[in-house]
């Protein structure tokens, strides 16, 4: 999403999961905010579908957890899409790591 010319900066800040609530594919819903103010758009709770279709639109949704990381749409063997953090290359649980409500 580009405003005036500047990409807006979506943030995942909390997640909220379906039991047992022990992988990324248990992610149901995140919450988004936008950290370039003034926002255009307010913080509300988004579907993993919803992330994954502004993902795979070639936007970006990131993590703070000690330090900025990307979130990144996956794909499970059976076709199931997920969100996952990646730094250096590698997946990380920064998702799992959020608040939960």
Same mark, same amino acid.
């Given at each position: 999403?580009?405003?005036?010319?500047?990409?807006?900066? *979506?943030?995942?800040?909390? /997640?909220?999961?379906?039991?047992?609530?022990?992988?990324?594919?248990?992610?149901?819903?995140?919450?988004?905010?936008?950290?370039? *103010?003034?926002?255009?758009?307010?913080?509300?709770?988004?579907?993993?579908?919803?992330?994954?279709?502004?993902?795979?639109?070639?936007?970006? *949704?990131?993590?703070?957890?000690?330090?900025? /990381?990307?979130?990144?749409?996956?794909?499970?063997?059976?076709?199931?899409?997920?969100?996952?953090?990646?730094?250096?290359?590698?997946?990380?649980?920064?998702?799992?790591? *959020?608040?939960?409500?």
């Amino acid at each position: 999403m580009e405003r005036d010319g500047r990409r807006s900066m *979506l943030r995942i800040t909390h /997640v909220h999961m379906s039991p047992p609530a022990t992988s990324h594919e248990h992610i149901q819903q995140v919450w988004v905010v936008d950290d370039m *103010l003034p926002s255009s758009t307010p913080p509300r709770w988004w579907t993993v579908e919803e992330a994954v279709r502004h993902l795979r639109g070639g936007n970006k *949704l990131y993590v703070v957890e000690g330090r900025q /990381v990307e979130v990144q749409a996956r794909q499970t063997p059976s076709g199931h899409w997920f969100i996952q953090t990646a730094a250096d290359g590698r997946w990380q649980n920064n998702l799992l790591e *959020l608040p939960r409500m």
